[in-house]
């Protein structure tokens, strides 16, 4: 069956780092592209970052652009996020989710994961 595992999630102060992983299992990984959503307390699910099924291509909310960096191992069937310069602003639930087609809908995607929590907190 589809599985979309998270992991990385965690505390840390603001100005910090994490970096998320995905890992894929039971679909073609190198044929979806592949996006972060996150989810504040309180608010709708919100698109982050997508990567495209080779990996050159990325687009990003304007909030992470210059912070958050999307990227893939078709490999090893995982996704990644790197997050920097962390702020208050970015705690959420953090989202996996693949799409047959390049979209910021994220109500469009195929699979998710079940998430991880990201705090940023002093």
Not at 33 to 44: D, I
Not at 82 to 101: F, I, W
């Amino acid at each position: 069956q589809v599985q979309l595992v998270e992991s990385g999630g965690g505390l840390v102060q603001p100005g910090g780092s994490l970096r998320l992983s995905c890992e894929a299992s039971g679909f073609t990984f190198g044929s979806y592209y592949m996006n972060w959503v996150r989810q504040a307390p309180g608010k709708e699910r919100e698109f982050v970052a997508a990567i495209s099924r080779s990996g050159i291509s990325t687009d990003y909310v304007d909030s992470v652009k210059g912070r958050f960096t999307i990227s893939r191992d078709n490999a090893k069937n995982t996704v990644y996020l790197q997050m920097n310069s962390l702020k208050p602003e970015d705690t959420a639930v953090y989202y996996c989710a693949a799409g047959r087609k390049y979209t910021t809908s994220h109500e469009e995607y195929d699979y998710w994961g079940q998430g991880t929590q990201v705090t940023v907190s002093s």
